[in-house]
């Protein structure tokens, strides 16, 4: 059975940092690419970062450019995100999500964690 | 940059009716990379669809998707109390901004 476990969410002021993880379980982690996706309170899916099964790859929507880094460590089959820089409006549960297919990245995600909530705020 | 938007915002509907959303890319987008997901209140989304058409594992058949280039659509057939959620499109991780279907 595939499982996503998220950590790493809490209370943070702004400009401050979190790093978040997702445990992996249940499939070949280095085969497929990864997504954290969040939602900020009563607001819809925004993605965020992917990386490619390697690691080799990143990719990163333009409102956490340079302040977000996506990374993966294959044999802890853990995923991670940096989070540096933060601002009011990175208010949000995040999630972390597979993809489908071996074939990625396409960020078309199957399975999905809980998410952890991340709160920037004074 | 390629915007998804969906419509209508929100669907009112009875058990038993068909439900079609829509979901409009600013530019061509290949079918390959368009999906859809389901997400009820407090819980992580759940594929429906991937490649435009094809129904992701454990999804009932009453779920459809349709189209190509710019325009996609998601039917359900005919709606379970099951079904009244909240639905996005997705394109290469841009997500359309949901359409919620709601008990009339």
């Known amino acids: 059975e595939v499982q996503l476990l998220e950590s790493g969410g809490g209370l943070v002021q702004p400009g401050g940092s979190l790093r978040l993880s997702c445990a992996a379980s249940g499939f070949t982690f280095s085969s497929y690419a990864m997504t954290w996706v969040r939602q900020a309170p009563g607001k819809g899916l925004e993605w965020v970062s992917g990386?490619?099964?390697?690691?080799?790859?990143?990719y990163y929507t333009d409102s956490v450019k340079g302040r977000f880094t996506i990374s993966r460590d294959n044999f802890k089959r853990t995923l991670y995100l940096q989070m540096n820089g933060l601002r009011a409006e990175d208010t949000a549960v995040y999630f972390c999500?597979?993809?489908?297919?071996?074939?990625?990245?396409?960020?078309?995600?199957?399975?999905w964690g809980q998410g952890t909530l991340v709160t920037v705020s004074s | 940059e390629i915007v998804l938007t969906q419509s209508p915002g929100t669907l009112s509907l009875s058990p038993g009716e068909r439900a079609t959303l829509s979901c409009r890319s600013s530019?061509?987008?290949?079918?390959?990379?368009l999906a859809w997901y389901q997400q009820k209140p407090g819980q992580a989304p759940r594929l429906l669809i991937y490649?435009?058409?094809s129904r992701a594992t454990g999804i009932p058949d009453r779920f459809s998707g349709s189209g190509s280039g710019t325009d996609f659509t998601l039917t359900i057939s005919r709606l379970e109390p099951e079904d009244f959620a909240e639905y996005y499109c997705?394109?290469?991780?841009?997500f359309g901004q949901g359409t919620k279907v709601e008990i009339k």
């Open positions: 530019q061509s987008v290949s079918s390959s990379y």
């Open positions: 999500a597979k993809d489908w297919t071996t074939d990625g990245p396409l960020f078309v995600c199957d399975h």
């Open positions: 490649d435009a058409s």
């Open positions: 990386i490619s099964g390697s690691g080799g790859a990143t």
């Open positions: 997705q394109q290469y991780g841009r």
